[in-house]
């Protein structure tokens, strides 16, 4: 039967060949459950309708097919995580009621300055929970300041991986309190993607593998809300011919190019990279 999955792209560029490989691998695992398609495009002024457009097309393109109507999005089928906010909102509030996110108004300065270098990641500092505020004050709405999820320092949270096997990572060193709610009234990744894969059902996350230390914080998210989490598939990353992985400038690698340089889907989707 499947698990119920998602096709969650961010409309900040065009889908390359990276996208179309974990997607086939999303829909094989979903088989007859399905996916939805979720344009994840809560990033404001990076997020371009032309590319949303494209994305749509690039995925009907390569045969891809997603549940629609009005049980599941918008009319015009797939979600838009734009226009989702009050629910993003009222996820907030349920954080806000649990105690586990505070308002943080600290400049991205000052948690470089203060912080340690996380194990995997030194491009992210871990925040420093010298930070955190000392008391709670309650709040009915974000109110134009960043806010962050208060990490149980030294707990190892760890989680089963359909291709990486059992995942550790341990909150406060591999990763600190992270954002959930931004300082422009918007909802952060970690809360938009909890928030959606509960809402909408998904049985299992099949991503990239960049995304394994996100789990750990998403985990800690369901917990704080009592929801049961999804299954996780993390999948290694397509890297181009000098071992980059391929990012929004994807040199030739775009759907598009491939479209456009004579690929048919089903190479497109079977096919190694060219090198
Ligand atoms: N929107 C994210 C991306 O395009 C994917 C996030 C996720 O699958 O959780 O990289």
């Not at 499947?2 to 969650?8: E, V």
């Not at 007859?32 to 398609?37: I, R, T």
């Not at 010298?130 to 989680?159: K, N, Q």
Request: charged share 25%; net charge negative; aromatic share 8%.
């Amino acid at each position: 039967m499947g698990r119920r999955g998602r096709l969650a792209p961010t409309p900040t560029g065009l889908l390359h060949a990276g996208h179309a490989r974990t997607f086939r691998i999303a829909a094989d695992r979903a088989g007859a459950a399905g996916l939805v398609l979720r344009i994840e495009d809560i990033d404001g002024p990076r997020c371009r309708h032309e590319f949303v457009e494209a994305a749509i097309d690039d995925l009907r393109w390569l045969g891809f097919s997603w549940n629609e109507g009005p049980d599941v999005g918008g009319p015009h089928g797939p979600y838009e995580q734009s226009l989702r906010t009050d629910w993003f909102l009222e996820v907030w509030r349920l954080l806000e009621e649990a105690g586990a996110i505070y308002p943080s108004p600290h400049s991205r300065r000052d948690v470089e300055e203060a912080a340690t270098a996380p194990h995997d990641n030194p491009a992210e500092p871990v925040f420093p929970p010298s930070l955190r505020p000392t008391h709670r004050e309650r709040a009915s709405a974000p109110g134009g300041v960043p806010w962050r999820f208060r990490v149980p320092d030294g707990r190892s949270i760890a989680f089963e991986d359909a291709v990486a096997g059992t995942v550790h990572r341990t909150a406060g060193i591999d990763f600190g309190d992270f954002v959930v709610w931004r300082r422009d009234d918007l909802p952060a990744y970690e809360l938009a993607v909890v928030a959606d894969d509960h809402a909408m059902e998904i049985d299992e996350v099949v991503r990239g593998e960049d995304l394994l230390t996100s789990t750990a914080r998403q985990i800690l998210i369901y917990e704080a809300l009592g929801w049961g989490p999804p299954a996780w598939c993390h999948v290694p990353l397509v890297r181009d011919a000098a071992g980059r992985r391929l990012a929004k400038r994807t040199g030739g690698l775009a759907i598009r190019d491939l479209r456009a340089a004579g690929w048919t889907p089903d190479e497109v989707l079977a096919r190694e990279l060219p090198a």
